[in-house]
C-alpha cells in the first residue's frame, strides 16, 4: 500500500469514526438507549456523571484493548495499540455530538424515537466508512475478531454473543448502580441492535466501489466502462 492511499484510508476512518460518534450522540439525545457496545459506557456516565459519555467510552473501549491483549497474548499485534488515539478521537467526537444536539427538543416521544432512528443511521454509515477504510478496527469489533479466532468460531455469531453481553452487562450495572431500576438501556438499544448491521451493509454496497477507487487512484468498473 502506498503511503498517499495509507494516508487516505486513515483520513476516511477517521471521518467514519467521526460519524459513528455523532450517530451515538443523536441515538443518546433521545434517552432511550444506545447501541449495545456504548450501553455499558452509558449506564456507567448516568451512575457516574462527573465523567462525560465520551470519557466512559475512551475507558471502556480500552478495557476492551486490553481484552484483545489477554485473549491473543503472542499473536496481538502491538500496531493494533492505534486503537487507542482512535478510541479517544470517538470519545471527543461523541462529546462534540453531545454538545451539538444539547439543545434539542426530545420531549415528545415521537421526537425521541426519530432520534434512535436518525443516530441508527448515522452510526451505520460512519461504520461503513470505518469497513471501506480498511485499516484499525474499532476495539468493540477487534475484541470480537480476537475472540472468534481464539475459539475458532465465526464472526457474526461471536458478535451476537458479545452485543447481547454488552446489554447484559448494563442491565445488570443499571440494576446494581439503581435499586433495580433499568435505566440507560430501552427499545432504542434493541432498533441499533437490529437495525445498525442493515444501515453498514446498504451504504457499504453503495460507497464501497466509487470509495476504493478514490482511495486507490484507480478508476472503479462502473466509471471505465461508461
Known amino acids: 500500500m502506498q503511503q498517499q492511499e495509507r494516508i487516505k484510508r486513515y483520513l476516511l476512518c477517521i471521518t467514519g469514526l467521526f460519524f459513528s460518534a455523532l450517530g451515538v450522540a443523536i441515538t443518546k439525545t433521545g434517552e432511550l438507549g444506545v447501541s449495545p457496545i456504548s450501553s ?27 481484552g484483545q491483549i489477554v485473549v491473543l497474548r503472542r499473536r496481538f499485534q502491538w ?36 432520534l434512535v432512528v436518525c443516530g441508527t443511521v ?38 451476537i454473543g458479545f452485543d447481547i453481553s454488552c446489554v447484559a452487562l448494563a442491565l445488570v450495572l443499571s440494576l446494581f448502580f439503581f435499586d433495580f431500576t433499568i435505566v440507560g438501556t430501552r427499545e432504542g438499544t434493541l432498533i441499533a441492535a437490529l437495525c445498525t ?27 471505465s466502462v461508461s
Open 122 to 159: 448515522v452510526l451505520g454509515f460512519g461504520i461503513s466508512l470505518a469497513v471501506i477504510a480498511d485499516v484499525i478496527m474499532n476495539s468493540g469489533e477487534a475484541f470480537v475478531k480476537a475472540v472468534s479466532d481464539t475459539v475458532h468460531a465465526e464472526f457474526g455469531r461471536v458478535k
Open 40 to 66: 455499558v459506557a452509558n449506564v456507567v456516565s448516568l451512575y457516574v456523571p462527573s465523567l462525560s459519555l465520551g470519557s466512559w467510552l475512551i475507558l471502556w473501549n480500552c478495557v476492551l484493548i486490553a
Open 79 to 114: 500496531v493494533q495499540l492505534l486503537q487507542v488515539p482512535l478510541s479517544v478521537l470517538f470519545g471527543w467526537f461523541t462529546d462534540f455530538g453531545m454538545w451539538l444536539f444539547s439543545r434539542v427538543p426530545a420531549d415528545a416521544y415521537p421526537v425521541r424515537l426519530l
Open 197 to 223: 448491521g442493515f444501515v453498514v451493509t446498504f451504504f457499504s454496497h453503495r460507497l464501497r466501489a466509487p470509495l476504493t477507487a478514490r482511495l486507490t487512484g484507480r478508476p472503479d468498473k462502473e466509471e
